[in-house]
């Protein structure tokens, strides 16, 4: 988690203290402090919540656990969730979502790949519990969103799978803003389920 923290920071996806990272331990979850930089953690501070969000040990901690939560409770096989505020994603979950499944369009096979369909949840101020419930109770699989006019949040197996996850995201965002207005040429619906079948991703009838 501290190696993970420090390169988010490195790459410029974690600003200040914002954004937050975890990763789960049978049914407990390690989890960056409030008001800490990622790019400063300390491996003998980080804080222990068990899955319902109870804080067991550590320090206190970051006030968007019940994203992690969601995420935990709803992906069996998640092992590890990063939140950023990272700019693309934010200036994209200020717009209005391609679809009802992924508010990200198919600009990349990369993005199919390696995220797959990013729906956009409803805003909430951080650390509402409204924002994490809509997240767990969402009928729709996936493995990232985006929170309205607030960041990204990705799943994946691994912490080192769901960094690049993110990465990959951000980049994602940043092509959807980059040709804007542009008339891009996406993948097909074909194409993009062809990717997730083939990559255990998530879209459409492939998921």
């Known amino acids: 988690m501290v190696e993970t923290g420090r390169r988010l920071v490195e790459l410029g996806l974690s600003p200040g203290t914002s954004g937050n990272i975890s990763v789960r331990l049978g049914d407990r979850m390690l989890l960056t402090p409030t008001n ?52 693309n994603a934010v200036a994209a979950a200020c717009l209005t979502p391609w679809s009802e499944s992924s508010a990200v369009a198919p600009i990349t096979p990369y993005f199919v790949m ?28 996936f493995r990232a969103a985006l ?22 995201l951000e980049e994602a965002c940043k092509l959807t803003l980059l040709t804007s207005g542009h008339s891009p040429r996406l993948l097909t619906t074909a194409q993009a389920e062809e990717l997730a079948l083939k990559y255990g991703s998530y879209w459409g009838s492939a998921s």
């Open 114 to 141: 390696r995220v797959g369909q990013t729906p956009l949840i409803g805003y909430a101020p951080p650390g509402d519990i409204a924002q994490a419930e809509e997240l767990e109770a969402l009928d729709l699989p």
């Open 36 to 87: 800490e930089s990622m790019g400063a953690l300390d491996p003998e501070r980080l804080a222990v919540l068990d899955l319902s969000g109870k804080h067991l040990a550590g320090p206190k901690p970051s006030k968007e656990f019940t994203l992690h939560r969601a995420f935990y409770r709803r992906t069996p096989d998640a092992g590890a969730v990063v939140h950023l505020h990272s700019v």
């Open 147 to 168: 929170l309205a006019n607030h960041g990204s949040v990705v799943a994946q197996s691994t912490l080192s799978a769901a960094m690049n996850a993110a990465v990959e």
